[in-house]
Antibody
Framework: QVQLVQSGAEVKKPGSSVKVSCKPS????????INWVRQAPGQGLEWMGG????????NYAQKFQGRVTITADESTTTAYMELSSLRSEDTAVYYC????????????WGQGSLVTVSS | DIQMTQSPSSLSASVGDRVTITCRAS??????LNWYQQKPGKAPKLLIH???TLQSGVPSRFSGSGSGTDFTLTISTLQPDDFGTYYC?????????FGPGTKVDVK
């Protein structure tokens, strides 16, 4: 059983950036991927992209290309999602979710991190 | 991008009822289809992957079927704890997309 622990809620100004962290229990990324999925208030789920840390391989949804950066620090076994040029529409709960490599089957999820973008 | 649709968008059913939710992909995705349950304020939970494989620990009243473009999630005997929103998601290729969700209320 893998637990994913995310960083806390953030309030950001429009135009700024936010960086959310996700740390799996167990002390290793093994060979799986960490994905980021967001959910705006009252809305559905939206995949943003993912990283396979052991391969340092990333994959982004076109919608977020150029604005999102997903990284992983193997020394601290922590994955990060940074979203820049924030606007009010980016207000959402951001989840990290584990998948087995490129299976894109999200079997474990973090608790979610609320990011509020407001002036 | 592969578009996912679901029907119905919401339903209300009684304990013990058989419930069926349908998901359709805009192109063939073979069996690369997964189902999640989400309760308010919580992260989604994987129920079924690759169309019909029950995730470990998920009650056997949940089942999935389908291939190609048309898929079904069935709850054979609805229980009070089955309320929530159910999402389908394809894992055929990136970008990964989810259906809009089906909200299930238990009467």
């Amino acid at each position: 059983q893998v637990q994913l622990v995310q960083s806390g809620a953030e309030v950001k100004k429009p135009g700024s950036s936010v960086k959310v962290s996700c740390k799996p229990s167990g002390g290793t990324f093994s060979n799986y991927a960490i994905n980021w999925v967001r959910q705006a208030p009252g809305q559905g789920l939206e995949w943003m992209g993912g990283i396979i840390p052991i391969m340092d391989s990333t994959n982004y949804a076109q919608k977020f290309q150029g604005r999102v950066t997903i990284t992983a620090d193997e020394s601290t076994t922590t994955a990060y999602m940074e979203l820049s040029s924030l606007r009010s529409e980016d207000t959402a709960v951001y989840y990290c979710a584990k998948s087995g490599g490129t299976s894109w089957i999200f079997d474990y999820w973090g608790q979610g991190s609320l990011v509020t973008v407001s002036s | 991008d592969i578009q996912m649709t679901q029907s119905p968008s919401s339903l209300s059913a009684s304990v013990g009822d058989r419930v069926t939710i349908t998901c359709r992909a805009s192109q063939s995705i073979a069996i690369f289809l997964n189902w999640y349950q989400q309760k308010p304020g919580k992260a989604p939970k994987l129920l079924i992957h690759t169309a019909s494989t029950l995730q470990s620990g998920v009650p056997s009243r949940f089942s999935g079927s389908g291939s190609g473009t048309d898929f079904t999630l069935t709850i054979s005997t609805l229980q009070p704890d089955d309320f929530g929103t159910y999402y389908c998601q394809h894992s055929y290729s990136t970008p990964i997309t989810f259906g809009p969700g089906t909200k299930v209320d238990v009467k």
